[in-house]
């Protein structure tokens, strides 16, 4: 997540022109011409606490036959992202009440976690209590990072950099599973956002990385090369024993790793890291016309014969970074001729999605919106609709927006619009202000039209819940930060400050009914006002819900 920010962060401020850039002689010069994508000139040196660890030193049983590596063409200066802004808005009276108000809940979760749960994964914000769910090896620390330096938190950042470097991937922690996507998104991810800030530049920062990298690598140490989505360290490491694969695993396994992996590669020059992710997505482009909904991948495949026979099709858990990393890598890789693979698959995957997943949400106000429902391919062919709104899904917003601008598809830059509009409209129609993490809706009979009819609506399960929600599945509300997200995108790419507003009222709201103790709560049932808290805050609820308001333009 963290790295995946500062590469949107990146990619919205970039005002360069389609055309080609000189190839770099070095990285100060790519760094220079903010170009982003480049690889090394010579390989990256790691230190001997990074070649003479365990898991460099461990035995690769099934290497690959040969190393897929990135092409070495000259990267392209990609299109405008961001709206021309004629002047920041960084010292405006609003704007610097917004940033003190996020810097204050920031300092707090933070302060409490320093205090609280020092080096573990995160703080309990109810209690102050700790908990190790992702290893324990710092999830919070390592994901909040960049945000240190967001805020202009210099010291606390070096004193946070310290501690990260003192976390020992080498030693993993007993009888404990590790999912390879949360660990590559929080720990790879925020080590690689840490390094590439601005003035960091910390080496040790990037064998960090390296040794989450290394191994990471383990779990594609098999005969079909696909990563086991959960597996044990310390049993592979040190007793050598395999993983046992399962016959599911979740597309987000496969789908997930290709920016951080490609990444790590980019900077070090070691292409085993390339090649173990670009595998992923040469089987995922082999097999996208082969699924029961030709055009997108099921939300599960069997991991035994690699085949993606699943029948259930969404943009949501189990798949939804899947889809946004593939528009991801076209700038990652430069717009070279090895992106191009993305982008045919992003856009085939969006056209597919327009057709049979959003559908616009009849209610009881005017609402021109669109919600991104689940799809289910019967054993018949034909396809039922699951109209259920997933707060996962609203990074499609933001997504399609940075998609519709960077091939230039005006018609995906207005089903932005919609879907991030959708988001706030269940946002607003929640008891508490706040949408559910799953909420089942009645579908408009037809999109352009669609007045609100209470007897469909009571037929379609209406009643139990207030409109327009037929049915509530999960009421809670996990502190995912979605919903900003995509305002944060769709402000930054069309320049309207409807959007700065819209996310400052749901801020404030998140904030008026997560505040606690030790940091932000998630809720148990947002249908309720108040909404009760639970004692749980996840490592990127801070730093995701923050960065809207602090990344500068």
């Known amino acids: 997540m963290t790295a995946a920010w500062l590469t949107a962060a990146w990619l919205i401020q970039m005002a360069v022109h389609e055309t080609e850039a000189a190839q770099p002689n070095d990285t100060e010069t790519c760094r220079n011409q903010r170009c982003f994508p480049y690889t090394p000139s010579r390989p990256y040196k790691p230190s001997s606490n990074v070649t003479q660890?365990?898991?460099?030193?461990?035995?690769?049983?099934?290497?690959?036959?040969?190393?897929?590596?990135?092409?070495?063409?000259?990267?392209?200066?990609?299109?405008?992202?961001?709206?021309?802004?004629?002047?920041?808005?960084?010292?405006?009276?609003?704007?610097?009440?917004?940033?003190?108000?996020?810097?204050?809940?920031?300092m707090r979760a933070w302060t409490a976690y320093k205090q609280e749960?020092?080096?573990?994964?995160?703080?309990?914000?109810?209690?102050?209590?700790?908990?190790?769910?992702?290893?324990?090896?710092?999830?919070?620390?390592?994901?909040?990072?960049?945000?240190?330096?967001?805020?202009?938190?210099?010291?606390?950042?070096?004193?946070?950099?310290?501690?990260?470097?003192?976390?020992?991937?080498?030693?993993?922690?007993?009888?404990?599973?590790?999912?390879?996507?949360?660990?590559?998104?929080?720990?790879?991810?925020?080590?690689?956002?840490?390094?590439?800030?601005?003035?960091?530049?910390?080496?040790?920062?990037?064998?960090?990385?390296?040794?989450?990298?290394?191994?990471?690598?383990?779990?594609?140490?098999?005969p079909n090369r696909t990563p086991i989505g959960k597996?044990?360290?310390?049993?592979?490491?040190?007793?050598?024993?395999?993983?046992?694969?399962?016959?599911?695993?979740?597309?987000?396994?496969?789908?997930?790793?290709t920016m951080e992996f490609t990444r790590l590669s980019q900077l070090t020059g070691d292409m085993r890291y390339f090649d173990a992710v670009q595998r992923l997505t040469n089987i995922?482009?082999?097999q996208q016309y082969t699924t029961k909904l030709p055009g997108m991948w099921p939300l599960e495949y069997s991991w035994h014969e690699v085949v993606f026979d699943g029948n259930e099709f969404?943009?949501?858990?189990?798949?939804?970074?899947?889809?946004?990393?593939?528009?991801?890598?076209?700038?990652?890789?430069?717009?070279?001729?090895?992106?191009?693979?993305?982008?045919?698959?992003?856009?085939?995957?969006?056209?597919?999605a327009t057709e049979h997943n959003f559908f616009r949400p009849m209610s009881p106000t005017p609402a021109d919106v669109l919600i991104s429902g689940k799809v289910v391919v019967n054993k018949d062919g034909s396809?039922?609709?699951?109209?259920?709104?997933?707060?996962?899904?609203?990074?499609?917003?933001?997504?399609?927006a940075l998609g519709g601008k960077l091939f230039l598809n005006a018609s995906h830059i207005d089903t932005a619009a919609k879907l991030t509009q959708g988001c706030v409209w269940a946002y607003e129609s929640s008891p508490s202000g706040i949408m559910p993490e799953n909420g089942k809706l009645a579908q408009c009979p037809s999109p352009a039209s669609c007045p609100w009819d209470e007897r469909l609506w009571k037929q379609r399960g209406g009643g139990s819940y207030k409109p327009p929600y037929t049915h509530v599945r999960d009421a809670r509300y996990l502190?995912?930060?979605?919903?900003?997200?995509?305002?944060?995108?769709?402000?930054?790419?069309?320049?309207?400050?409807?959007?700065?507003?819209?996310?400052?009222?749901?801020?404030?709201?998140?904030?008026?009914?997560?505040?606690?103790?030790?940091?932000?709560?998630?809720?148990?049932?947002?249908?309720a006002d108040p909404p009760p808290q639970r004692d749980s805050m996840q490592s990127f609820c801070e730093a995701d819900l923050a960065h809207p308001f602090r990344i500068p333009r």
């Open 117 to 222: 749960a020092w080096l573990k994964d995160e703080v309990q914000p109810m209690t102050g209590m700790s908990n190790n769910q992702f290893g324990g090896w710092g999830a919070t620390l390592i994901d909040s990072l960049d945000t240190l330096w967001i805020f202009d938190m210099k010291d606390e950042f070096q004193e946070a950099v310290d501690a990260a470097l003192t976390v020992d991937f080498n030693n993993p922690p007993d009888n404990k599973d590790i999912s390879i996507f949360e660990t590559t998104i929080r720990f790879l991810g925020g080590l690689l956002s840490a390094y590439e800030l601005p003035g960091c530049r910390d080496t040790r920062v990037l064998d960090k990385a390296i040794e989450v990298g290394d191994m990471l690598y383990h779990a594609f140490d098999n």
């Open 314 to 352: 969404g943009l949501g858990a189990n798949g939804d970074s899947s889809y946004e990393y593939l528009l991801k890598m076209y700038p990652l890789l430069g717009g070279i001729s090895q992106a191009t693979q993305y982008q045919r698959m992003y856009t085939s995957t969006i056209e597919k």
């Open 53 to 106: 660890s365990k898991w460099r030193q461990k035995i690769i049983k099934h290497p690959p036959t040969h190393i897929l590596e990135i092409h070495p063409e000259k990267p392209k200066l990609l299109r405008q992202i961001q709206f021309p802004f004629a002047h920041p808005d960084q010292t405006s009276e609003v704007s610097k009440k917004r940033r003190e108000a996020v810097t204050e809940t920031f």
């Open 383 to 400: 396809t039922t609709l699951i109209t259920e709104s997933e707060h996962l899904t609203c990074f499609l917003g933001g997504m399609l």
């Open 231 to 257: 597996w044990d360290p310390k049993m592979v490491l040190l007793d050598g024993i395999d993983p046992t694969p399962p016959d599911k695993e979740s597309l987000v396994s496969i789908g997930s790793l």
């Open 284 to 286: 995922l482009e082999s």
């Open 479 to 527: 502190l995912r930060p979605e919903a900003l997200e995509s305002l944060f995108y769709m402000y930054r790419i069309t320049g309207e400050p409807r959007y700065q507003d819209m996310a400052w009222s749901m801020y404030e709201t998140i904030e008026r009914h997560t505040k606690a103790t030790f940091g932000n709560a998630e809720l148990s049932s947002v249908m």
